[in-house]
């Protein structure tokens, strides 16, 4: 699987999103990250498994610490693959506004009295 399918394929999870946003505060331990989740440690170490493998995090270890830490320039590819869509979508909605600027410089149609 290419980097940015595995990286799709990480965020597609509410869960690991959660994890990735709260990893934006800085490095927190595993059992840190866990607390917030209705799930086991086990479970937890899945979605961060499936995270390093993306390569959005890493993991070290500090003795009895495993600080995780967000790697976040793993997210440019992520960035670069939807910049050729906000492109196209920035197009449509420059076309849209100038439709819209268009038809309210055009005057009213003049209503007339029917007997």
Same mark, same amino acid.
């Given at each position: 699987?290419?980097?940015?399918?595995?990286?799709?394929?990480?965020?597609?999870?509410?869960?690991?999103?959660?994890?990735?946003?709260?990893?934006?505060?800085?490095?927190?331990?595993?059992?840190?990250?866990?607390?917030?989740?209705?799930?086991?440690?086990?479970?937890?170490?899945?979605?961060?498994?499936?995270?390093?493998? =993306?390569? @959005?995090?890493?993991?070290? &270890?500090?003795?009895?610490? +495993?600080?995780?830490? !967000?790697? *976040?320039?793993?997210? /440019?590819?992520?960035? =670069?693959? @939807?910049?050729?869509?906000? &492109?196209?979508?920035?197009? +449509?909605?420059?076309? !849209?506004? *100038?439709?819209?600027? /268009?038809?309210?410089?055009?005057?009213?149609?003049?209503?007339?009295?029917?007997?």
């Amino acid at each position: 699987m290419d980097r940015l399918s595995e990286t799709f394929q990480a965020l597609a999870d509410p869960t690991r999103r959660a994890i990735l946003a709260r990893l934006t505060l800085g490095e927190v331990s595993v059992n840190e990250l866990a607390e917030p989740f209705e799930m086991s440690l086990p479970a937890v170490s899945k979605h961060l498994k499936v995270l390093e493998r =993306a390569g @959005l995090i890493s993991r070290s &270890r500090d003795a009895q610490y +495993r600080p995780c830490k !967000l790697e *976040a320039q793993n997210l /440019k590819s992520v960035d =670069a693959w @939807l910049d050729e869509y906000r &492109r196209f979508w920035e197009l +449509r909605f420059d076309r !849209l506004d *100038a439709y819209l600027q /268009k038809i309210q410089r055009k005057p009213p149609a003049r209503k007339t009295k029917g007997k």
